[in-house]
């Protein structure tokens, strides 16, 4: 059973930093695309950024790019986002979620986790 | 600034058949963009229903369809069940980037 589960969501001050983790099992990692995705509070989805399996391939939506860094650790079967220099509109809750074979033809971002709520506030 | 639009709420009836759309601000939504929907409960994770435009997942209820319909992608939802009653997004790839729409909010009534 494929599993995702996200943690080190909390609340934080404008302008500080967070680390999120994704831990994952039931398949094999290491040959997935993954994804993180936000949502803030009463508000739709939004799509923070990918990862391919070697990190060679990453990209970021405009809203995070040069604040975040998506990572990952094979041997740990384990996704990362770090999140800086935050702002109150990084509230939301982040999820993780796993997308398409890495060498495969299926553009799809289909299990995702419960998600972590980040809240930026003084 | 890509804006991805699907329609801000739909209403249907118990066994009717309605369909949400997802348009691109670039102009006409093509296998390119591989479309993909999702459904979200309150409190809930959005699970997937579509991907690569019309492909299911093996959770995905048959009378759920996706397609490209007039420069859009579409979902299409055959014979509503009262558990439809959820909020919809679609999703697109621009080459570098996914974007969401904003979400359909699908009440059954």
Known sequence: EVQLVESGGGLVQPGGSL????????????????????????????????VNNDEERIT??????????????????????????????????????????????????????????????? | QTVVTQEPSLTVSPGGTVTLTCASSTGAVTSGFHPNWFQQKPGQAPRSLIYDT???????????????????????????????EAEYYCLLWYGGVWVFGGGTKLTVL
């Not at chain 1, 994952?24 to 508000?43: D, I, L, N």
């Not at chain 2, 093996?58 to 420069?71: D, H, M, N, Q, V």
């Open chain 1, 19 to 50: 680390r999120l983790s994704c831990a994952a099992s039931g398949f094999t990692f290491s040959t997935y695309w993954m994804h993180w995705v936000r949502q803030a509070p009463g508000k739709g989805l939004v799509w923070v950024s990918h």
């Open chain 1, 60 to 122: 970021y939506a405009d809203s995070v790019k040069g604040r975040f860094t998506i990572s990952r650790d094979n041997a740990k079967n384990t996704l990362y986002l770090e999140m800086n220099s935050l702002r109150a509109e990084d509230t939301a809750v982040y999820y993780c979620a796993r997308g398409g074979r890495v060498t495969g033809t299926s553009w799809t971002i289909d299990y995702w986790g419960r998600g972590t709520l980040v809240t930026v506030s003084s």
């Open chain 2, 54 to 84: 019309s492909n299911k997942q093996s959770w995905t209820p048959a009378r759920l369809s996706g397609s490209l319909l007039g420069g859009k992608a579409a979902l299409t939802l055959l014979g509503v069940q009262p558990e439809d």
